[in-house]
């Protein structure tokens, strides 16, 4: 059975960004949290003011139990009033990749989201799977997974060691005719990207 992951977006006046990623530390240090912290970023270009976090689950019943904390807490996430709006989202892994690695990969991460068109999904991992080991060639992906829940949509996240090299590596890959994958662009009907920067106790950093 594949891991379940939960991609949490926090929403916080800039100002209280380090406040809230305080609180969140000590909510998922406590002795009654379920899943495993895989990273913790705050947005850098993007919407600024959110704190993005990533959880694995090895069950659905794990991951139910961790949502249930967290909606039925008074102060979810220890972050008091530092925390105006807070998106929990899960998702499974693209069937063909590794589990997500924690370890020191860049430091700076990019989150790419895609809403697809409806039946949009399975061309789209049928386009990733073909292109992914040449593109794996070029920079690391930590993950490509797909939404359970809400629009269909993938979300992918790629570490980097600046912006520069994520211009280049894109460029080179896309001019190398390896990326972006085929068939998966046609079913994208929105995208965004954030860059995000990973707080001092994310395990991918």
Request: aromatic share 10%; proline share 10%; net charge negative.
């Amino acid at each position: 059975m594949p891991q379940f992951y939960e991609l949490t977006t926090l929403s916080c006046p800039v100002v209280s960004v380090s406040r809230a990623s305080d609180g969140v530390q000590a909510f998922l240090s406590t002795p009654d949290a379920r899943g495993a912290l895989l990273g913790c970023w705050r947005t850098d270009i993007g919407t600024l003011g959110r704190l993005l976090i990533l959880r694995a689950f090895a069950s659905q019943e794990d991951l139910v139990a961790e949502r249930r904390r967290a909606l039925l807490d008074a102060d979810p996430f220890n972050a008091g009033d530092a925390v105006t709006a807070m998106e929990m989202d899960t998702y499974l892994p693209f069937p063909f990749l590794p589990p997500v690695e924690p370890g020191a990969y860049g430091r700076v991460y990019e989150f790419r989201t895609y809403k697809l068109r409806p039946g949009g999904l399975a061309p789209t991992l049928a386009g990733w799977e073909a292109a992914m080991p040449a593109r794996a060639a070029r920079s690391r992906l930590v993950v490509a997974m797909y939404a359970l829940d809400g629009t269909p949509r993938i979300t992918h996240i790629w570490p980097y060691a600046g912006l520069d090299e994520r211009s280049a590596v894109r460029a080179k890959a896309t001019a190398d005719g390896i990326w972006p994958p085929p068939g998966a662009p046609e079913q994208v009907l929105e995208a965004s990207s954030a860059i995000a920067v990973p707080e001092p106790y994310s395990p991918l950093a």
